[in-house]
């Protein structure tokens, strides 16, 4: 009989009782006991002891040895040159063949010699003759006071060009003002007429030259013997020294001419290229005088250009016009290598005097003579100056002498010029010029080799006009390859610069502005063999033989 389902309909909550067996009871659950055993951890401290630990360190100057060369297998290399040879000797006698069958066209070349461009024409002034007058124009941008370009520099950069502003024509003390402007050539936009720079200085500035590793520090001296240094990079005031104008010890005519020359213990002491150099200047006054450019207060030693004249035993003081220090060669290892071009190192400097005669002269400045002149200066005591002329024997010019500058290919070459029309060749061992020159019948005031052919240089003349010469030209006569006519107005040019840089760029300037000047390639690519004609122009007595003979062959 089938169950019968509960009712639970009529069952009251409370009293309903339910039976509902276990079921979890009846599965039995197997159970095993399983263990396992493993062997005890070594542990084992261990301590050590160290000393205490000390960084020391040293500094040393660059001895220029090299690294020890890695051993190489050049088994390699040695097939690949050997393999190579014959080709590249047949390669260079092919060279040497195209360059003799050209010869011919080079001297045709050579006759037919290309214009140089004036790029740029560049003056704070307003130009004396201009037929369209700026109502506008300030004071500073009127010459009233007719300034003329006194002397020119590039920075080490080659980018700036940097032009002092004075007068020659000033008789006893100066009253007039002076300038210094610098225009940036790198600038996409030029204006020709305001400097990137300008400052204005009490009395005509006569003199200027760049640092050779700063190309923002410059230097500058003044028609009353006052020096001046400044930082273009500087916002303000960028004066960053003055020479003391109360000392005894001091230029007491125009500083003419400032040279920065690098010197090895200033190196060493302060550790940075930009005070490794000193400033050297010369005057009127006859006195070359050495400063340190980040003290100005006081000169640090100092000569005078003392001599007998022709006939009296007694000694006078020469004025200076002009003053170059003797360069190490191109290429040459000199213990401060990695200096800036212009700055020099070498003790010896020729002098042209307003006498017409060409001391050579020697800086032996040294710490201990140093230091003694400096302790004397600053305690008020009487200061003999020494005379720095090492020889005098040099055939003197009939004029003053305003220009001088030594090649910076051949040590002992150096070129003078002077009011007499002349353009000199020298060699510092032999008394009697190696080339004499007349461009012009003109005075001449300044002259310079070219930083990049050994034997291009140009001269400044009172004609308005600028002669280069290149010495390699296989012309009958020496004379100009090139005229530059800088203003068109017979206005004297009394300064030039080559950029040091820039082979195919020459800034003049004369009384209108500066000329900034694109120099043909035939006048900036070297010349096969022309560092060894110029050793040989070194050696001779008589260029002018020398290249007759030359063409000859």
């Not at 520099?153 to 007068?167: E, L």
């Amino acid at each position: 009989m089938a169950g019968v389902p509960p009712d639970f309909a009529d069952v009251i909550p409370g009293d309903a009782k339910v039976d509902v067996p276990s079921t979890w009871r009846d599965v039995i659950i197997g159970n095993n006991t399983v263990s396992t055993e493993t062997a005890p951890l070594k542990s084992q401290e261990v301590t050590t002891q160290t000393g205490s630990r000390d960084n020391n360190g040293t500094q040393t100057d660059d001895g220029g040895r090299p690294a020890s060369p890695t051993k190489l297998k050049a088994s390699g290399i040695a097939d690949f040159v050997k393999k190579v040879e014959d080709m590249v000797a047949g390669e260079l006698v092919k060279a040497t063949e195209e360059a003799e069958v050209l010869e011919p066209f080079t001297r045709a070349a050579d006759d037919e010699q290309e214009p140089a461009t004036c790029v740029q024409y560049l003056s704070p002034f307003q130009p004396d003759d201009s037929a369209v007058v700026d109502l506008n124009a300030t004071s500073t941008q009127i010459n009233k006071h007719k300034l003329v370009v006194t002397c020119l520099s590039w920075s080490s950069t080659g980018q700036t060009i940097a032009a002092s502003y004075g007068r020659y024509d000033i008789v006893g003390w100066c009253t007039f003002p002076g300038a210094l402007c610098t225009w940036n050539l790198a600038r996409e936009e030029i204006n020709s007429t305001r400097p990137d720079q300008r400052i204005d200085t009490d009395t005509c500035l006569m003199s200027c030259a760049f640092h050779p590793t700063h190309p923002a520090l410059i230097a500058g001296g003044t028609f009353n013997g006052e020096l001046y240094v400044w930082d273009l990079s500087l916002e303000g005031d960028l004066q960053r020294g003055r020479s003391d104008v109360l000392l005894d010890v001091r230029h007491m005519e125009p500083i003419l001419n400032i040279t920065w020359q690098y010197n090895l213990t200033d190196a060493a002491k302060y550790g940075t290229k930009d005070k490794a150099y000193r400033l050297v200047t010369l005057g009127a006054d006859g006195r070359v005088l050495t400063w340190l450019w980040h003290k100005l207060e006081a000169p640090i030693y100092g000569y005078q250009l003392l001599f007998p004249q022709p006939g009296i035993d007694r000694r006078f003081v020469w004025g200076g016009a002009c003053m170059c220090f003797q360069r190490e060669p191109r290429g040459a290892s000199t213990a401060s290598g990695g200096r800036g071009i212009g700055g020099e190192a070498a003790g010896t400097f020729l002098v042209g005097t307003e006498g017409g005669k060409i001391f050579k002269c020697y800086n032996d400045a040294n710490d201990t003579n140093t230091k003694e002149f400096s302790r004397a200066v600053a305690a008020g005591e009487r200061v003999e100056l020494r005379t720095p002329v090492r020889d005098a024997g040099y055939a003197p010019h009939a004029g003053a002498v305003f220009g001088v500058d030594c090649s910076p290919f051949q040590r002992e070459l150096f070129l003078t010029t002077s009011t007499d029309g002349s353009v000199r060749l020298y060699s510092s061992l032999r008394m009697q010029p190696l080339l004499h020159l007349e461009p012009t019948s003109s005075y001449l005031f300044a002259v310079q080799w070219s930083p990049f052919r050994p034997l291009v240089f140009a001269a400044a003349a009172a004609d308005g006009c600028v002669y280069m010469y290149d010495l390699v030209r296989n012309h009958e006569v020496v004379r100009p390859v090139l005229t530059l006519d800088t203003n068109g107005l017979h206005k004297p040019v009394y300064t030039l610069a080559f950029n040091p840089r820039k082979p195919d760029l020459l800034a003049t300037g004369d009384a209108t502005g500066i000329q900034v000047w694109r120099l043909p390639s035939s006048l900036t690519a070297v010349r096969r063999g022309e560092e060894t004609l110029l050793a040989k122009v070194a050696m001779t007595d008589d260029v002018q033989e020398m290249m007759r003979e030359r063409r000859g062959h």
